[in-house]
């Protein structure tokens, strides 16, 4: 059974930056997909990044130049790097993986699910 465990939420202004991190467990093969997506109160969840095991990427236009997806396959973790935040980031934003080696930006085709970490960003 895959685990996904965030860590890096947290409170930051207005243009600040914030790095989030979900570390997976219990899987073998690197050839998978990872995600970040995110849902604010009373929203429903929007992806917001996709990363392929070939290092494809793709990003929600909403934070397109501003948030970079990127992964560590030998630690099992994979980064979300937030610059120039605006309160409208603010959610609790989660890690997801699935079994198929295909991009998808559909919360639906995701299997495995993190906890998620809170980001709250000031005005």
């Known amino acids: 059974q895959v685990q996904l465990v965030e860590s890096g939420g947290g409170l930051v202004q207005t243009g600040g930056s914030l790095r989030v991190s979900c570390v997976a467990s219990?899987?073998?093969?690197?050839?998978?997909?990872m995600a970040w997506f995110r849902q604010a109160p009373g929203k429903e969840r929007d992806y917001v990044a996709v990363?392929?095991?070939?290092?494809?990427?793709i990003y929600a236009n909403s934070v397109k130049g501003r948030f970079i997806i990127s992964r560590d396959n030998p630690k099992n973790t994979i980064y979300l790097q937030m610059n120039n935040l605006k309160p409208e980031d603010t959610a609790v934003y989660y890690c997801?993986?699935?079994?198929?080696?295909?991009?998808?930006?559909?919360?639906?085709?995701?299997?495995?699910w993190g906890q998620g970490t809170q980001v709250t960003v000031s005005s």
């Open positions: 997801a993986t699935r079994n198929s080696p295909g991009i998808s930006s559909s919360a639906s085709d995701f299997e495995f």
């Open positions: 219990g899987r073998t093969d690197t050839r998978y997909t």
């Open positions: 990363n392929s095991y070939i290092n494809v990427s």
